[in-house]
């Protein structure tokens, strides 16, 4: 057992291509730390960097003390589960889950007792025998884990372990994963473009876009505080609303197209970088949760807009709706997620955005409709740089 | 169009997942011109070329167990009227025949071993890893395939000098593994490639280094491929004339192709006991057909990896 530890690690691909750069990430003993990012962002090649099965082009890996740039990956003692499960189709259940050990040589009856305990771990005990052709997708998937927990791996990889699933195994083998990881308490890189995934399993969550780390923190503190637009719109589901709004000069008024928000003095106290932004445009980021139905009873700032979709969902209504304000043009479309939700994006009227609001309330698309503001949950980022504006 | 559909269903394998995709269903009638009389002549034409390849075989057989005076008479038969063992007994008797059918095992088998060793090893490289001039030398083996053995044979006859090796085993079974190598890798690499590299990844990240890889996860999982090189390079060594007549000059070292020449003599052909030997000498090929038969369904019994 070890931590892991990435410095100003990069990878260049004899293309040319840069899949990542100068990226430091440190996994704790014990962690489990979840890489997320849209396709291509460079996720897998750093778990693949991490395995050993991706030379690095510049930067240091260290497992522990030990730095392991030129370990190869059978000296690594890292366990991967792939997308894929990468079963060997020519043994058993059995087999599989025993095969590292064998390969270190243990002798076969611990071999056998270790095989049959994590069968038992994971519910495979009457499977042992199958070859994997014959197993179920969630079936497989045990199978995969069972043969990286057997082990008693240094380092716990993988790669999307979930997404050849469907919906309900996902949830259920979500949980089992979670632990089955706290349980053999190994540190845990696990890629995943699902940001469900990754708020739900991660002690702490890197997003990487472009091979470049934007933002490593708790679940919790990546969704409170993005770090800088690219984040904000990335967790959530569905995403956070950016809108491109004006402070006034005084910081008491946010002009939002043609709508105007007061704004009281104790947003200065929560973030005081604001006061270099008077009189400038921003970009405001306000989660669909943010925006309740405005009534009577919830005074304060009203946003109006133009319904033009309703998802009733039970427990609560997602509205997307249409205001004035200026669209924010993210400079690529990488925010694109693996989600049914409706994205961001620009409508020939103006902004869309989506509210999440208690299902008491009627709304019809094509209605006009009102939601409060809470001031206290608004978050401004610069516009030329995307980057939080915090103090 | 009813009958089809019915047929069709008929037809449909029991587990068959709703989501499958459909077969294309023909749109021909079924009939005299349709479905049903094409799988009926399908089965004759299969019928008349079956027995248009085992009728010589047949024929063989029974020649060999018919007395001289018998062949050569100007009433062939199928059936021996006369049946005998004698052109067996003398078959193995003459001509130390025992020993020319050892030696061709041992070249035969040696042969095999060394060709599947050897271009397994090539053929991994060419599948697995990146060297320079890959291609080239890929295609220079596969140039090799274009030129006709026959036109090797002096090279390959002083090759074998300089080694010290002419009238041996050994120096046969170079020969014959070179000659096999080309078409062997060829093969090979093609199916070595297909093997998933998620798999060897895997592979080693559980401790496996390349031999490992080779022969615990590419060798299993291409044994239908394997297999195909087995069984076609144990027939090319087994039934090899020109080479070994070339090479092997003493008694003791000649393979059972030379040994039934001469049962052909300048004046005189000994027949029964030609055919006889000649039937003996099909029993290994016949032998090895059926243990690589069962290496073709295992291995395609492996077919979906995911």
Same mark, same amino acid.
């Given at each position: 057992?070890?931590?892991?530890?990435?410095?100003?690690?990069?990878?260049?691909?004899?293309?040319?291509?840069?899949?990542?750069?100068?990226?430091?990430?440190?996994?704790?003993?014990?962690?489990?730390?979840?890489?997320?990012?849209?396709?291509?962002?460079?996720?897998?090649?750093?778990?693949?960097?991490?395995?050993?099965?991706?030379?690095?082009?510049?930067?240091?890996?260290?497992?522990?003390?030990?730095?392991?740039?030129?370990?190869?990956?059978?000296?690594?003692?890292?366990?991967?589960?792939?997308?894929?499960?990468?079963?060997?189709?020519?043994?058993?259940?059995?087999q599989?889950?025993?095969?590292?050990?064998?390969?270190k040589?243990?002798?076969?009856?611990?071999?056998?007792r270790?095989?049959?305990?994590?069968?038992?771990v994971?519910?495979?005990?009457e499977?042992?025998?199958?070859?994997?052709?014959?197993?179920?997708?969630?079936?497989?998937?045990?199978?995969?884990?069972?043969?990286?927990?057997?082990?008693?791996?240094?380092?716990f990889?993988?790669?999307?372990p979930?997404?050849?699933?469907?919906?309900?195994?996902?949830?259920?083998?979500?949980?089992e994963?979670?632990?089955?990881?706290?349980?053999?308490?190994?540190?845990?890189?696990?890629?995943?473009?699902?940001?469900?995934?990754?708020?739900?399993?991660?002690?702490?969550?890197?997003?990487?876009?472009?091979?470049?780390?934007?933002?490593?923190?708790?679940?919790?503190?990546?969704?409170?505080r993005?770090?800088?637009?690219?984040?904000?719109?990335?967790?959530?589901?569905?995403?956070?609303?950016?809108?491109?709004?004006?402070l006034?000069?005084?910081?008491?008024v946010?002009?939002?197209?043609?709508?105007?928000?007061?704004?009281?003095?104790?947003?200065?106290?929560?973030?005081?970088?604001?006061?270099?932004?008077?009189?400038?445009?921003?970009?405001?980021?306000?989660?669909?949760?943010?925006?309740p139905?405005?009534?009577?009873?919830?005074?304060g700032?009203?946003?109006?807009?133009?319904?033009?979709?309703?998802?009733?969902?039970?427990?609560?209504?997602?509205?997307?709706? %249409?205001?004035?304000?200026?669209?924010?043009?993210?400079?690529?479309?990488?925010?694109?997620?693996?989600?049914?939700?409706?994205?961001?994006?620009?409508?020939?009227?103006?902004?869309?955005?989506?509210?999440?609001?208690?299902?008491?309330?009627? %709304?019809?698309?094509?209605?006009?409709?009102?939601?409060?503001?809470?001031?206290?949950?608004?978050?401004?980022?610069?516009?030329?740089?995307?980057?939080?504006?915090?103090? | 169009m009813?009958?089809?559909?019915?047929?069709?269903?008929?037809?449909?394998?029991?587990?068959?997942?709703?989501?499958?995709p459909?077969?294309?269903?023909?749109?021909?009638q079924?009939?005299?011109?349709?479905?049903?009389?094409?799988?009926?002549?399908?089965?004759?034409?299969?019928?008349?070329?079956?027995?248009?390849?085992?009728?010589?075989?047949l024929?063989?057989?029974?020649?060999?167990?018919?007395?001289?005076?018998d062949?050569?008479?100007?009433?062939?038969?199928?059936?021996?009227?006369?049946?005998?063992?004698?052109?067996?007994?003398?078959?193995?008797?003459?001509?130390?025949?025992?020993?020319?059918?050892?030696?061709?095992?041992?070249?035969?088998?040696?042969?095999?071993?060394?060709?599947v060793?050897?271009?397994?090893?090539?053929?991994?490289?060419?599948?697995?890893?990146?060297?320079?001039?890959?291609?080239?030398?890929?295609?220079?083996?596969?140039?090799?395939?274009?030129?006709?053995?026959?036109?090797?044979?002096?090279?390959?006859?002083?090759?074998?000098?300089?080694?010290?090796?002419?009238?041996?085993?050994p120096?046969?079974?170079?020969?014959?593994?070179?000659?096999?190598?080309?078409?062997?890798?060829?093969?090979?690499?093609g199916?070595?490639?297909?093997?998933?590299?998620?798999?060897?990844?895997?592979?080693?990240?559980?401790?496996?280094?390349?031999?490992?890889?080779?022969?615990?996860?590419?060798?299993?999982?291409?044994?239908?491929a394997?297999?195909?090189?087995?069984?076609?390079?144990?027939?090319?060594?087994?039934?090899?004339?020109?080479?070994?007549?070339?090479?092997?000059?003493?008694?003791?070292?000649?393979?059972?192709?030379?040994?039934?020449?001469?049962?052909?003599?300048?004046?005189?052909?000994?027949?029964?006991?030609?055919?006889?030997?000649?039937?003996?000498?099909?029993?290994?090929?016949?032998?090895?057909?059926?243990?690589?038969?069962?290496?073709?369904?295992?291995?395609?019994?492996l077919g979906?990896?995911?």
């Open positions: 057992m070890s931590s892991v530890s990435l410095e100003k690690v990069t990878k260049i691909y004899p293309n040319g291509f840069e899949a990542v750069s100068d990226l430091d990430l440190q996994i704790e003993d014990g962690e489990l730390m979840v890489v997320v990012g849209p396709s291509g962002c460079g996720k897998t090649t750093v778990l693949r960097m991490i395995a050993g099965l991706e030379n690095i082009s510049s930067g240091t890996v260290r497992f522990g003390d030990e730095v392991v740039n030129d370990v190869p990956p059978k000296n690594r003692d890292v366990a991967m589960v792939f997308q894929s499960y990468a079963l060997y189709p020519q043994m058993t259940v059995a599989n889950i025993g095969f590292a050990l064998k390969m040589r243990i002798p076969k009856i611990e071999v056998d270790r095989v049959r305990e994590a069968a038992s994971l519910g495979l005990t499977w042992l025998d199958r070859k994997p052709t014959q197993l179920s997708g969630g079936q497989r998937q045990r199978v995969a884990m069972g043969r990286a927990i057997v082990r008693e791996p240094k380092v990889l993988m790669d999307e979930l997404s050849n699933l469907d919906a309900k195994l996902r949830v259920q083998l979500r949980a994963i979670s632990r089955v990881q706290q349980r053999i308490g190994v540190a845990t890189l696990y890629v995943t473009h699902d940001q469900t995934e990754a708020m739900t399993l991660g002690h702490r969550v890197a997003v990487l876009r472009d091979g470049v780390l934007q933002q490593c923190d708790a679940p919790q503190v990546l969704y409170d993005p770090k800088n637009i690219f984040v904000a719109g990335f967790i959530g589901s569905p995403a956070m609303n950016l809108l491109e709004g004006v006034s000069a005084n910081l008491d946010l002009t939002l197209g043609s709508q105007k928000v007061s704004l009281t003095p104790a947003i200065l106290s929560r973030l005081p970088g604001l006061r270099q932004y008077t009189g400038r445009a921003v970009v405001v980021g306000i989660r669909p949760e943010d925006l139905a405005a009534s009577a009873e919830r005074p700032p009203v946003l109006t807009g133009d319904v033009h979709l309703v998802e009733a969902l039970g427990a609560e209504i997602l509205v997307h709706f %249409v205001i004035d304000a200026p669209v924010v043009q993210l400079d690529d479309s990488s925010v694109t997620k693996d989600s049914d939700e409706i994205l961001v994006g620009p409508t020939s009227s103006g902004s869309e955005c989506v509210a999440r609001i208690e299902p008491r309330h009627t %709304v019809r698309s094509g209605d006009r409709f009102s939601f409060g503001v809470s001031e206290d949950r608004l978050e401004f980022f610069d516009i030329e740089s995307g980057l939080a504006i915090w103090d | 009813s009958a089809l559909t019915f047929k069709d269903a008929r037809n449909a394998p029991m587990s068959r997942s709703p989501r499958g459909r077969r294309p269903q023909p749109s021909v079924p009939g005299l011109f349709g479905i049903r009389s094409w799988k009926k002549s399908r089965l004759v034409l299969a019928g008349v070329f079956g027995a248009v390849s085992v009728f010589p075989l024929y063989l057989i029974s020649l060999s167990f018919q007395p001289t005076s062949i050569q008479t100007s009433n062939p038969v199928l059936i021996p009227t006369h049946p005998t063992f004698l052109n067996y007994v003398l078959a193995w008797s003459e001509n130390s025949f025992g020993q020319y059918f050892l030696n061709s095992l041992v070249v035969a088998l040696g042969t095999v071993v060394l060709t060793t050897l271009s397994s090893l090539a053929a991994f490289a060419f599948a697995r890893y990146k060297f320079p001039l890959k291609e080239v030398f890929f295609y220079v083996f596969l140039a090799a395939l274009a030129v006709p053995s026959v036109e090797l044979i002096i090279p390959q006859y002083l090759l074998v000098l300089k080694l010290h090796l002419t009238d041996s085993l120096g046969l079974i170079l020969i014959y593994t070179s000659e096999n190598l080309p078409f062997a890798i060829f093969l090979l690499r199916f070595f490639e297909a093997v998933p590299k998620e798999l060897e990844e895997s592979f080693r990240l559980d401790g496996a280094g390349s031999i490992r890889v080779l022969t615990r996860l590419i060798a299993p999982l291409s044994a239908p394997l297999a195909v090189v087995a069984m076609f390079t144990f027939n090319f060594a087994w039934e090899e004339f020109v080479i070994a007549l070339t090479l092997i000059n003493s008694s003791a070292h000649r393979t059972l192709p030379i040994g039934l020449n001469f049962f052909i003599g300048e004046h005189t052909t000994q027949w029964g006991p030609l055919f006889a030997g000649s039937v003996i000498a099909t029993v290994p090929s016949v032998i090895v057909y059926f243990i690589s038969q069962r290496w073709f369904q295992r291995g395609v019994s979906g990896i995911r």
